[in-house]
């Protein structure tokens, strides 16, 4: 048996799935967020240290939990927590939402500049952790001063797991502290909020141990003491183990609230959008470029609430679309919602007429999110990357329309992945990378991947292709 955690912003993912890649037991257990007056998003790391021993807890049987040979960890990147010399919190997690760190990000990007953080950090600009350490260093300087650490959910929590904090590449990486070149954290990076090398987490490859279970943890949840647990891993790039988007030219999208693409590449370079991740894969010898569309599956369930469909359930939804033919009789969709009435951006309907139906703006919208999709990768085209196949996670992907239209539009095969926890099964691949060392990441995950449903492009793609050049010559870039 390997076990998965997912530490997520609102909930702790525990899976176990045995030698065959079978998920046979799964639990999960809540975590709350708190909004502070100033715009901060913060949480406990004692509530996510419990609930992750709840999930742990609640995970199978006894006697399956003792037959666990490892401990891979996924976690929700660029949540920052301090720590002392004995690894106690100090203050609150300061979650990867939190804004608080906006003002010092824009203004150490305006005076970088984008080329030296392409060239430092691997990303166009500064963001999350860096301008939250800018922030501190500035309002609470003592925070940051050694003997204190500074860490992050995952590591952390990894600590309490086996007494090592330790995190790979991707977890240091949406912190804005690696450089992706250098391959470790980046000095002059460090230089700008004061911070040393030596408070950071153990940075590990993934195929690496941070050690083994501590005995008053195994415990508690009968698992074995001393077992591999291995660094803390992004959850983006444990879901791409999950499902098995491991090759140069594999994009994974999580069709879930926002849809977020990973190209994963076969060489480091910049990024292809100021707002793209660049980093190392998990992967030996590859890289990734991760971009989010920003919303996705929200503004398909905008759509829904607005349409009075709320009560429709998900094949009803793709009934009505299926009886609507490609292209809406004309109704053409932008569907980039923005929040709040003074937000940039916002999304469109145009050819609307009195024959269009509720049906036909359903459809709409997911033709406007695949042209949307389409629109991404080309960014990743334009910059001579790889696109190749097509890896579907998420809500979007159980659909039995949304993704034909999705490979239609692109032009692209489209695998779609069964599994729901994608990051918690990636991590048991992870897991079992501990144990089988003579196999490399790539296999296993090729073999653990769930079987999925295969799309091609189809008769559609016709319709669809003067729509794609059409929405891209509409949105200007």
């Not at 608080?100 to 984008?114: S, V, W």
Request: glycine share 12%; proline share 5%; charged share 15%.
């Amino acid at each position: 048996m390997f076990c998965g955690l997912d530490l997520g912003t609102t909930n702790i993912k525990a899976l176990l799935a045995d030698e065959a890649g079978q998920v046979v037991a799964r639990s999960s257990s809540p975590v709350s967020i708190r909004h502070t007056p100033d715009g901060g998003v913060e949480q406990d790391i004692d509530e996510i240290w419990s609930a992750t021993l709840t999930a742990l807890n609640q995970l199978g049987n006894a006697e399956q939990r003792s037959a666990v040979r490892a401990i891979g960890i996924s976690s929700q990147g660029g949540a920052m927590q301090i720590t002392d010399a004995d690894g106690k919190p100090v203050g609150p997690v300061i979650g990867w939402l939190d804004g608080r760190g906006g003002k010092y990000d824009a203004e150490l990007t305006g005076r970088l500049g984008r080329e030296w953080f392409v060239q430092h950090t691997g990303h166009a600009r500064s963001c999350l952790c860096l301008g939250q350490l800018l922030r501190l260093r500035n309002e609470a300087p003592e925070l940051l001063a050694p003997p204190n650490h500074v860490g992050f959910v995952g590591d952390t929590i990894v600590s309490r797991l086996c007494g090592r904090a330790a995190h790979d590449a991707t977890s240091l990486s949406i912190a804005w502290l690696y450089n992706p070149s250098l391959r470790d954290a980046d000095p002059d990076v460090l230089g700008l909020p004061g911070v040393e090398a030596e408070q950071l987490p153990a940075l590990l490859p993934v195929s690496e141990s941070a050690s083994g279970l501590l005995e008053d943890v195994a415990q508690q949840t009968r698992l074995p003491g001393g077992i591999p647990v291995s660094p803390a891993v992004h959850d983006q790039y444990a879901a791409a183990v999950g499902c098995g988007s491991v090759h140069a030219g594999d994009v994974m999208f999580g069709a879930g609230t926002a849809w977020v693409l990973l190209a994963t590449t076969d060489s480091l370079a910049p990024p292809v959008r100021n707002q793209a991740f660049v980093c190392t894969h998990v992967v030996d010898e590859l890289y990734g470029q991760m971009l989010s569309m920003v919303n996705g599956g929200s503004a398909f369930s905008w759509v829904v609430e607005t349409l009075g469909l709320s009560g429709k359930s998900s094949g009803e939804l793709d009934a009505m679309m299926a009886h609507v033919p490609a292209g809406c009789d004309g109704l053409r969709c932008v569907p980039t919602l923005s929040v709040g009435a003074g937000a940039a951006g916002g999304g469109s309907l145009a050819g609307v007429r009195l024959s269009h139906t509720g049906a036909h703006v359903l459809r709409a919208f997911a033709e406007g999110l695949a042209c949307e999709l389409a629109r991404h990768l080309s960014f990743l085209t334009a910059a001579s990357l790889s696109v190749n196949r097509l890896v579907m996670t998420g809500g979007a992907a159980a659909s039995s329309v949304t993704p034909q239209i999705v490979a239609d539009m692109t032009g692209l095969p489209i695998s779609c992945c069964t599994e729901t926890d994608t990051s918690a099964f990636g991590a048991t691949v992870i897991a079992r990378g501990l144990v089988e060392t003579e196999r490399n990441l790539a296999t296993l995950s090729e073999q653990a991947a769930p079987a999925g449903r295969q799309h091609r492009p189809g008769r559609d793609r016709t319709v669809y292709e003067p729509m794609v050049a059409e929405y891209l010559a509409r949105r200007g870039d």
